[in-house]
């Protein structure tokens, strides 16, 4: 009797023991701050999104991320009313109409995707405009309207000599614009990546001209609804610090990227070859923590980032999509770009690439 009274106390001493050792944890490690984040899938901008999830990066940082996907900018835009995201990455021009409309401000450059945006025709298309490239004139363009797409494609006529009223213009998704032209319905189209690579791996088609060579500028946007900035400065920081980080690790590490980058572009229903997959690292650049706070100042002036979205808030005004060319200050802030940076802790952690 003696012995089981002993046993039961020493097993009722090892459970309050475990439940003791159990509330202490429980208390030490914090719950998660669930943060909402806006993409677009099976985009190069957006891989880190799926690199940070998989290396557990978010939690690091005491985040959660939920995510949410649209097929272009316009549609995730306008999301942002219902407050169903918080935080995210989209296009220029998107990120321009989002804060006309929604007051949405633009926190940190994802890519440079000059040359990621592009007009391309079938290779018969291709040829003649290559012998003659007046010979777009009075064609059809599918493109997606409002987009950086549809910016690389006007700024591709305007190289030569030509403008909107000269071709006829045929808004359609992406995944449309590649059914038109691989079926032969359409001639011309204007693609972002990695749609580009589907295109001229599936049909032949070619790159007659890119944003780059017409002379367009066109970042990728990180972007943040205002009043969650407002509310919850913190945890935007912390989403910069994780997404630079990202792209410092991807950068060090790319064989391994690439491998990520494959699953990733497979859940969104782009299979592209690896050497498309190489061509995204080597065509489009990205921004360390460094090169966000350089081209973001606007301490003695417009920065470079102004810049840019000013062309293309302009070509915007162009088409009619916005009335006026809005301030650049007033939604492009670098504010919590210089909140990581003064925080040795999410500094450190923007910089690693491990």
Do not use: H
């Given at each position: 009797?003696?012995?089981?009274?002993?046993?039961?106390?020493?097993?009722?001493?090892?459970?309050?023991?475990?439940?003791?050792?159990?509330?202490?944890?429980?208390?030490?490690?914090?719950?998660?701050?669930?943060?909402?984040?806006?993409?677009?899938?099976?985009?190069?901008?957006?891989?880190?999104?799926?690199?940070?999830?998989?290396?557990?990066?978010?939690?690091?940082?005491?985040?959660?991320?939920?995510?949410?996907?649209?097929?272009?900018?316009?549609?995730?835009?306008?999301?942002?009313?219902?407050?169903?995201?918080?935080?995210?990455?989209?296009?220029?021009?998107?990120?321009v109409l989002g804060y006309v409309r929604f007051g949405i401000k633009t926190i940190g450059l994802s890519n440079d995707e000059s040359?990621?945006?592009?007009?391309?025709?079938?290779?018969?298309?291709?040829?003649?405009?290559?012998?003659?490239?007046?010979?777009?004139?009075?064609?059809?363009?599918?493109?997606?309207?409002?987009?950086?797409?549809?910016?690389?494609?006007?700024?591709?006529?305007?190289?030569?000599?030509?403008?909107?009223?000269?071709?006829?213009?045929?808004?359609?998704?992406?995944?449309?614009?590649?059914?038109?032209?691989?079926?032969?319905?359409?001639?011309?189209?204007?693609?972002?990546?990695?749609?580009?690579?589907?295109?001229?791996?599936?049909?032949?088609?070619?790159?007659?001209?890119?944003?780059?060579?017409?002379?367009?500028?066109?970042?990728?946007?990180?972007?943040?609804?205002g009043d969650y900035a407002k509310e919850n400065p913190q945890n935007v920081a912390k989403f910069l610090a994780i997404y630079l980080?990202?792209?410092?690790w991807m950068n060090a590490n790319k064989p391994q990227a690439i491998a990520m980058m494959k699953k990733f572009y497979e859940q969104?229903?782009?299979?592209?070859?690896?050497?498309?997959?190489?061509?995204?690292?080597?065509?489009?650049?990205?921004?360390?923590?460094?090169?966000?706070?350089?081209?973001?100042?606007?301490?003695?002036?417009?920065?470079?980032?102004?810049?840019?979205?000013?062309?293309?808030?302009?070509?915007?005004?162009?088409?009619?999509?916005?009335?006026?060319?809005?301030?650049?200050?007033?939604?492009?802030?670098?504010?919590?770009?210089?909140?990581?940076?003064?925080?040795?802790?999410?500094?450190?952690?923007?910089?690693?690439?491990?």
């Amino acid at each position: 009797m003696k012995f089981k009274k002993t046993l039961a106390s020493i097993l009722g001493a090892t459970v309050l023991s475990a439940v003791s050792i159990g509330q202490v944890q429980a208390q030490a490690k914090p719950a998660l701050t669930e943060i909402k984040v806006s993409y677009q899938p099976a985009l190069y901008w957006a891989l880190p999104f799926f690199v940070a999830t998989e290396k557990g990066w978010w939690g690091e940082l005491g985040l959660k991320p939920e995510f949410s996907t649209f097929p272009a900018g316009v549609p995730q835009i306008a999301a942002s009313a219902s407050k169903s995201w918080d935080v995210g990455g989209t296009g220029s021009v998107p990120a321009v109409l989002g804060y006309v409309r929604f007051g949405i401000k633009t926190i940190g450059l994802s890519n440079d995707e000059s040359a990621g945006n592009a007009l391309l025709a079938t290779p018969k298309a291709a040829e003649a405009f290559a012998a003659n490239p007046q010979s777009i004139k009075g064609q059809t363009i599918v493109l997606t309207g409002n987009s950086t797409g549809d910016y690389a494609v006007q700024s591709c006529l305007k190289k030569y000599g030509l403008s909107k009223s000269d071709v006829v213009i045929k808004n359609m998704g992406q995944g449309e614009i590649i059914s038109a032209m691989s079926s032969g319905n359409a001639d011309f189209g204007g693609l972002w990546a990695p749609n580009i690579y589907t295109l001229e791996e599936k049909a032949g088609a070619k790159v007659i001209c890119s944003g780059k060579d017409g002379g367009a500028y066109v970042p990728g946007a990180l972007i943040v609804r205002g009043d969650y900035a407002k509310e919850n400065p913190q945890n935007v920081a912390k989403f910069l610090a994780i997404y630079l980080r990202t792209w410092k690790w991807m950068n060090a590490n790319k064989p391994q990227a690439i491998a990520m980058m494959k699953k990733f572009y497979e859940q969104g229903g782009v299979t592209i070859s690896e050497a498309s997959m190489k061509k995204e690292f080597d065509t489009r650049p990205t921004f360390d923590l460094a090169s966000e706070l350089k081209i973001m100042d606007n301490s003695k002036g417009p920065s470079q980032v102004d810049g840019w979205f000013n062309a293309i808030a302009a070509f915007m005004q162009s088409t009619g999509a916005i009335q006026a060319i809005p301030p650049a200050n007033e939604y492009i802030t670098d504010e919590f770009v210089k909140m990581v940076n003064a925080d040795k802790k999410l500094r450190e952690f923007a910089n690693s690439t491990k």
